[in-house]
């Protein structure tokens, strides 16, 4: 039986457009996520909501995990916020599973984002929970919460992209 460490983000002082926060939004979409992942066989652990990156890394790899599953929403820079798009899946270049295990979660994004085409991988050495955890790990950017198309697109579609993950 696979065990995966499930770190939806912690960061409440991200606000979505509308409702809301990454924290909530992305807790929202792991709790969704938890039935697929039981009825899979999967052994779940979740990093504490009111914790940090670098706790839910601690605890990751305190639990021995076969794979670490970040989840966050992305805010473009301040001279581009609100006209980025799409998802984006990293994972540490020196990680086969890791980037193998992108690239199965970005097509499946590609199925049900509005437009595949700004759905990509991206190789990274600075994210914690990509290079900190013991576990193979793969940090994915659902989408933009300072876009208005794709926040609408990720609290409209919780249930769809739980299914997708």
Same mark, same amino acid.
């Given at each position: 039986?696979? /065990?995966?460490?499930?770190? +939806?983000?912690?960061?409440? /002082?991200? +606000?979505? @457009?509308?409702? &809301?926060?990454?924290?909530?939004?992305?807790?929202? *979409? =792991?709790?969704?996520?938890? +039935? #697929?992942?039981?009825?899979?066989?999967?052994?779940?652990?979740?990093?504490?909501?009111?914790?940090?990156?670098?706790?839910? @890394? %601690? !605890?990751?790899?305190?639990?021995?995990?076969?794979?670490?599953?970040?989840?966050?929403?992305? =805010?473009?820079?301040?001279?581009?916020? &609100?006209?980025? %798009? &799409?998802? !984006?899946?990293?994972?540490?270049? #020196?990680?086969?599973?890791?980037?193998?295990?992108?690239?199965?979660?970005?097509?499946?994004? %590609?199925?049900?984002?509005?437009?595949?085409?700004?759905?990509?991988?991206?190789?990274?050495? %600075?994210?914690?929970?990509?290079?900190?955890?013991? =576990?193979?790990?793969? *940090?994915?950017? @659902?989408?933009?919460? !300072?876009?208005?198309?794709?926040?609408?697109?990720?609290?409209?579609?919780?249930?769809?992209?739980?299914?997708?993950?």
């Amino acid at each position: 039986m696979p /065990f995966l460490f499930l770190s +939806p983000s912690t960061q409440y /002082f991200n +606000p979505y @457009i509308t409702t &809301g926060d990454e924290r909530y939004w992305m807790n929202a *979409l =792991a709790d969704e996520m938890m +039935p #697929y992942l039981h009825a899979s066989g999967i052994t779940v652990t979740r990093n504490d909501p009111d914790g940090s990156a670098a706790q839910s @890394i %601690r !605890d990751s790899n305190a639990s021995r995990q076969d794979f670490h599953l970040a989840l966050h929403s992305n =805010a473009g820079p301040s001279n581009l916020a &609100g006209k980025l %798009r &799409g998802p !984006d899946v990293y994972y540490y270049p #020196y990680s086969a599973s890791g980037k193998r295990a992108a690239e199965l979660i970005a097509d499946e994004l %590609r199925k049900i984002y509005p437009d595949p085409d700004l759905v990509s991988t991206v190789a990274t050495t %600075r994210l914690a929970e990509i290079t900190k955890t013991s =576990a193979p790990a793969v *940090l994915v950017e @659902i989408a933009y919460h !300072d876009n208005a198309e794709d926040e609408a697109w990720i609290r409209n579609n919780i249930t769809v992209i739980a299914e997708a993950l």
